[in-house]
């Protein structure tokens, strides 16, 4: 091999291994690209899957309870006791849930200022519960003569179907009147007063229509100040504040 030869050789093998480094190179800047990619583009997109809304979520104390709309398997009560009211001794204190017993309880001490006294007759009902006291509806129909079928279509009309009551969210409760204090007394303070404690007169006599259950002077229901506020001064029940929510 002469001495051109051995350079054109040397001048070869050179240029393959620039070739290689350029090659590596294109490979390090394209390997690049693609983890900038993943991190400004896919991995960004898991962050917003996470910060969108969960279909289906449950804010608590909008949530709607009637005939159509269940209590969601997934809503879980914490309860506390009622120990603000009297009761015998044999007897157990009623329950809410902790998210509203602050402003029952104020809403209880506001009345009795105001010379209004109240009970609550009926407050957190378990599924157990609300079965036992359709039972005891559909018996007493049948007891005055009424056909299985027929009796049970009674009482669905005054006992909500387990599942279908808002009784069993904690959320709501039942207040009549104590003392000396008159029943119409009693349901005009709550009816005037119970929203600026976050409660609402649940089935309001002019909205039998939409809500489907006769008026019930006494069954209020927890949804926080914001919206019982909406709700009295709009004059909405919250069948019709869902479907705003709805449209939003
Ligand atoms: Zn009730």
Redo the contacts with the bound molecule.
């Keep these: 091999m002469d001495d051109i030869q051995l350079k054109r050789k040397q001048r070869r093998k050179r240029q393959r291994r620039r070739r290689m480094i350029f090659r590596l190179i294109l490979v390090v800047i394209f390997l690049l690209i693609l983890t900038l990619i993943y991190f400004k583009f896919i991995k960004s997109d898991d962050n917003n899957k996470v910060s969108k809304p969960v279909k289906n979520e449950v804010t608590w104390n909008t949530m709607l309870i009637n005939k159509e709309n269940t209590v969601p398997d997934s809503y879980k009560s914490v309860l506390v006791d009622v120990d603000f009211e009297d009761k015998k001794d044999d007897e157990s204190y009623k329950k809410v849930d902790f998210r509203i017993y602050s402003s029952l309880k104020e809403m209880f001490e506001a009345a009795k200022e105001d010379g209004v006294n109240l009970r609550i007759s ?1 407050a957190y009902r378990s599924r157990f519960e609300q079965n036992k006291i359709l039972a005891k509806k559909i018996s007493a129909y049948e007891h005055d003569g009424f056909s299985h079928k027929k009796a049970e279509k009674e009482a669905l009309k005054w006992v909500a179907k387990p599942g279908y ?3 069993e969210t904690g959320l ?3 207040i009549n009147r104590k003392g000396r204090t008159s029943s119409k007394v009693a349901y005009k303070w709550l009816s005037d007063n119970g929203y600026k404690y976050g409660f609402i007169k ?1 089935y309001p006599n002019n909205k039998k229509d939409i809500t489907g259950i006769s008026n ?1 002077p ?3 229901r927890y949804v926080g100040s914001l919206i019982s506020r909406i709700c009295k001064q709009n004059d909405i029940c919250l069948e019709e504040l869902d479907d705003l929510l709805k449209e939003k």
């Design positions: 009926s009551s808002e009784h709501a409760v039942d649940r019930e006494w069954h209020y």
